[in-house]
């Protein structure tokens, strides 16, 4: 018996494989072809073969056992654990919740963990005592709460990597190219069967408009694509996603969004995300996801090619200035690093901006305050591993906010996670697919999408697309700088280059302003001293200090204090006192 949460994209060769050897079907559905390929081949062969995107349960009645799976890079949500001598699990924390038996106490640890991380890493939960499962485990529960489970990798991206380490290819940029339009063309190809009307995110950056530009030569109609217009020009790519919706000749929606009506959404974030969640790229998704649900029920998205393809900032200030940088003394780099954070984020943002017009084109870049704070963070490093860390940490001692609480290990701060005969580039790939990539973007998407009945679907995470990825020499991924670069060229050969060319943006909010402006009243609730002595779950002092630098402009804190907002707000939601 079989009780299963995603879509398996393969369900139709797995079928006709299966009824070659004498099964017989039904019906239609990837679900009864799920069935009878762990009843004909086994649950952790049967999990191997597939291809999607699932959280699943099978019970085993001749046994009398339990299997959970989860896919390998972790699209869809499995959590788990024991309410004395009953075991629950669920795609959320509210349906565990909803047991009698269960018992809503904060786990101080993941609580630090979620100050580092923005969110709470698998496999520890808000709650103690329940665990999220691992992408691309199982687990096999017999009854006896006393027994220790311990997940099993039916897939690993550790393996992937050193195998493809081994058989890596030596080709020309074009060979890599070719290889990739075919090998992603048909994982595109794949999550487009559907029954139902399908659309696309397109916000006119590299991976949405390729993943839209291969839909679109494998449709006979137009594709509907879906994209939302801030009204903070900083924080706006709609006219990006319009002009190459126009060049593909899409189906194109775009919705302005003010800031008061993105606002509208933080009420239900609680509810949306079931634990302390902290992206605030949280807030315009669920406005995207809303719009597009409107229209559509399925929609392809382009998570996934900043991992795979080496898309993130981090990756060439890594592989470019930190090799330079490292050679200045660290005194002098923790200076530079204070005198740069003395200027608040506005102030940097304002210079760049009456100096645009007489620095070069690699100069202009958007948001520089927000980058400058980034790169000062790590610029006492003393080396690639903590480069990383602290690029990738919001809170750099969580330990000393939570009270009562000592920080797990985990991938980000244990170097022997890093995978063997890798460059530095290529161990932050990796350990951004392992941690990043689930934990907080594939969360987001999900939640976000899921609150309204939307289905996501993601190509770049097709196990074939993740393989050819790590076979790529490292210059098809990142050179002189400059990321994505066999992604940028293929999709080149559908659209101008000129279109789709600009410094990386992410998907934000002016957090910052918000916290100053129209969200102060509920950030100043939420905040409170008396609240925070009353929880006794943070240091009052040092929220204190954090708000009153932020609110008087005197520092940037707006990420740090977001995490502290969702937290509260999460508590209230859940845990009123």
């Known amino acids: 018996v079989v009780n299963y949460n995603g879509e398996l994209y393969n369900f139709r060769e797995l079928r006709a494989e299966l009824e070659a050897t004498g099964s017989r079907f039904g019906g239609t559905s990837d679900t009864e072809v799920l069935?009878?390929?762990?009843?004909?081949?086994?649950?952790?062969?049967?999990?191997?073969?597939?291809?999607?995107?699932?959280?699943?349960?099978?019970?085993?009645?001749?046994?009398?056992?339990?299997?959970?799976?989860?896919?390998?890079?972790?699209?869809?949500?499995?959590?788990?654990?024991?309410?004395?001598?009953?075991?629950?699990?669920?795609?959320?924390?509210?349906?565990?919740?909803a047991h009698p038996r269960f018992e809503a106490t904060v786990d101080r640890d993941a609580l630090a963990l979620y100050f580092r991380h923005n969110c709470v890493p698998a496999p520890y939960s808000i709650y103690a005592g329940v665990s999220k499962l691992p992408p691309g485990t199982m687990l096999r529960v017999d009854g006896d709460p006393g027994a220790p489970a311990s997940p099993e990798p039916y897939w690993s991206l550790g393996d992937v990597v050193a195998g493809s380490l081994a058989a890596r290819r030596t080709g020309s940029i074009e060979d890599s190219v070719d290889e990739l339009e075919a090998v992603l063309g048909s994982a595109v190809g794949?999550?487009?069967?559907?029954?139902?009307?399908?659309?696309?995110?397109?916000?006119?950056?590299?991976?949405?408009?390729?993943?839209?530009?291969?839909?679109?030569?494998?449709?006979?109609?137009?594709?509907?694509?879906?994209?939302?217009?801030?009204?903070?020009?900083?924080?706006?790519?709609?006219?990006?996603?319009?002009?190459?919706?126009?060049?593909?000749?899409?189906?194109?929606?775009?919705?302005?969004?003010?800031?008061?009506?993105?606002?509208?959404?933080?009420?239900?974030?609680?509810?949306?995300?079931?634990?302390?969640?902290?992206?605030?790229?949280?807030?315009?998704?669920?406005?995207?996801?809303?719009?597009?649900?409107?229209?559509?029920?399925?929609?392809?998205?382009?998570?996934?090619?900043?991992?795979?393809?080496?898309?993130?900032?981090?990756?060439?200030?890594?592989?470019?200035?930190?090799?330079?940088?490292?050679?200045?003394?660290?005194?002098l780099r923790g200076a530079l690093a204070s005198a740069i954070t003395r200027v608040p984020v506005e102030a940097w943002d304002g210079a760049f901006g009456r100096l645009a017009p007489?620095?070069?084109?690699?100069?202009?870049?958007?948001?520089?305050?927000?980058?400058?704070?980034?790169?000062?963070?790590?610029?006492?490093?003393?080396?690639?591993?903590e480069v990383h860390r602290l690029l990738a940490s919001h809170v750099d001692d969580p330990a000393q906010l939570v009270l009562g609480a000592t920080?797990?290990?985990?991938?980000?701060?244990?170097?022997?996670?890093?995978?063997?005969?890798?460059?530095?580039?290529?161990?932050?790939?990796?350990?951004?697919t392992v941690t990043y990539l689930p934990d907080d973007i594939l969360t987001k998407v999900d939640r976000a999408t899921m609150a309204v009945a939307l289905e996501t679907r993601l190509p770049f995470l097709d196990p074939a697309v993740a393989s050819l990825a790590w076979r790529m020499p490292p210059e098809h991924k990142l050179e002189g700088g400059t990321g994505k670069r066999v992604l940028r060229q293929l999709l080149h050969r559908y659209v101008p280059a000129a279109l789709v060319e600009r410094p990386k943006a992410g998907f934000g909010i002016p957090l910052a302003a918000w916290l100053r402006g129209p969200l102060r009243p509920w950030a100043a609730d939420l905040l409170a001293p008396s609240v925070l002595a009353r929880q006794g779950y943070l240091a009052p002092e040092r929220v204190a200090r954090m708000w009153a630098e932020h609110d008087s402009s005197q520092r940037d804190w707006g990420y740090e204090l977001w995490d502290v907002l969702m937290l509260q707000a999460w508590l209230a939601e859940w845990l009123p006192q």
Not at 60 to 86: C, I, M, N, Q, T
Not at 196 to 221: C, H, K, N, W, Y
Not at 359 to 372: C, D, E, F, W, Y
Not at 408 to 418: D, G, V
């Open 35 to 97: 069935v009878a390929a762990i009843e004909r081949w086994g649950l952790s062969h049967s999990l191997e073969r597939a291809n999607g995107m699932f959280a699943l349960a099978v019970w085993d009645a001749k046994e009398r056992s339990l299997h959970l799976a989860r896919d390998r890079f972790g699209e869809k949500p499995l959590y788990y654990g024991w309410a004395g001598r009953v075991f629950l699990f669920g795609s959320e924390l509210k349906a565990l919740r």
């Open 358 to 385: 007489l620095l070069p084109a690699s100069l202009r870049i958007r948001m520089p305050g927000t980058k400058l704070h980034k790169a000062a963070r790590v610029l006492p490093a003393s080396g690639p591993a």
């Open 407 to 432: 920080e797990p290990q985990t991938a980000l701060s244990s170097p022997e996670a890093w995978p063997a005969g890798t460059s530095a580039v290529e161990a932050m790939q990796y350990l951004d």
């Open 190 to 331: 794949s999550r487009m069967y559907a029954d139902v009307p399908m659309g696309a995110f397109l916000s006119g950056g590299i991976d949405s408009s390729l993943v839209v530009a291969l839909m679109q030569a494998r449709a006979e109609t137009k594709v509907r694509t879906f994209t939302i217009a801030f009204d903070e020009a900083a924080f706006d790519e709609a006219a990006h996603a319009a002009a190459v919706s126009s060049h593909l000749g899409t189906d194109h929606t775009e919705l302005l969004v003010t800031g008061a009506q993105a606002l509208e959404v933080v009420p239900s974030l609680p509810v949306m995300f079931d634990e302390p969640f902290a992206d605030s790229s949280q807030v315009p998704q669920a406005v995207l996801a809303r719009l597009t649900r409107s229209q559509v029920t399925v929609a392809l998205s382009g998570d996934g090619g900043d991992e795979l393809f080496a898309g993130y900032n981090r990756y060439a200030f890594a592989a470019r200035w930190w090799p330079k940088l490292s050679k200045v003394p660290a005194p």
